[in-house]
């Protein structure tokens, strides 16, 4: 027997919602399939043999990464798309994730609106970590918040469109890749938030935290929108 979690990554069911079917259709493509596997359980008097495809795969996969430091950029082919990221192999045998975070400076709502698999990328190695690899994309793009530091200060009035809501306010962006919070105490309430400020509109904002070294900002409401 090969239980499902024995398996490595590329024949792992990735189905988001944990549907048994669908489950089931994927491990059903595995049939007739030759796969490279070690023993991790052998009881004779039960009849039972229980093997790992995984378990040989780490072993070769700790060699494999003692050839990769952090920081290093890599090619890659995407081999998966979920909600939280993209799976990327840098070669056979060693896959790593892109976080939903670490694809680009602007807000990535559906990581399959921008990569497709079988699509190559490049990315940097962020961190080396219990035999895995995480990876970034944004990495090897510039910092959109150097340039901002340069021509934005706190209290300064500008203009942001709302590009999402939720359970703080709303999110409103100054440019590609720089957004700040407009929290929903400025409203009194959720509802009176979402009434005065539409989703792709532009507003007039003041300033009220700005640190681009940290990356954050929050904005005051300060005006109609344009």
């Not at 052998?42 to 070769?60: D, R, T």
């Not at 798309?81 to 670490?102: A, C, Q, T």
Request: net charge neutral; hydrophobic share 40%.
């Amino acid at each position: 027997f090969l239980p499902a979690s024995q398996l490595k990554s590329e024949h792992y069911p990735r189905v988001e919602d944990g549907d048994k079917d669908r489950i089931l259709e994927e491990l059903k493509k595995l049939v007739g399939q030759r796969i490279a596997v070690s023993i991790i359980t052998a009881l004779p008097k039960e009849n039972k043999l229980i093997f790992s495809e995984k378990n040989l795969v780490e072993k070769e996969k700790g060699k494999i990464i003692e050839r990769y430091k952090v920081g290093d950029d890599v090619d890659g082919t995407v081999t998966g798309l979920v909600d939280f990221g993209v799976f990327v192999k840098v070669e056979e045998g060693l896959e790593g994730l892109v976080h939903i975070s670490e694809l680009d400076w602007a807000l990535v709502e559906d990581p399959r609106k921008l990569y497709k698999v079988g699509e190559a990328v490049r990315v940097r190695i962020i961190e080396i970590k219990d035999g895995k690899i995480s990876l970034s994309i944004k990495a090897l793009k510039e910092n959109p918040w150097i340039e901002a530091e340069k021509k934005y200060k706190k209290d300064d009035i500008v203009s942001g469109v709302i590009i999402k809501f939720n359970k703080h306010g709303a999110l409103a962006s100054i440019e590609e890749g720089v957004a700040g919070l407009v929290h929903v105490s400025e409203f009194g309430s959720e509802e009176k938030l979402r009434e005065k400020l539409e989703l792709g509109k532009t507003y007039k904002f003041r300033m009220t935290l700005f640190d681009p070294k940290e990356q954050k900002m929050t904005l005051g409401f300060a005006g109609e929108k344009k």
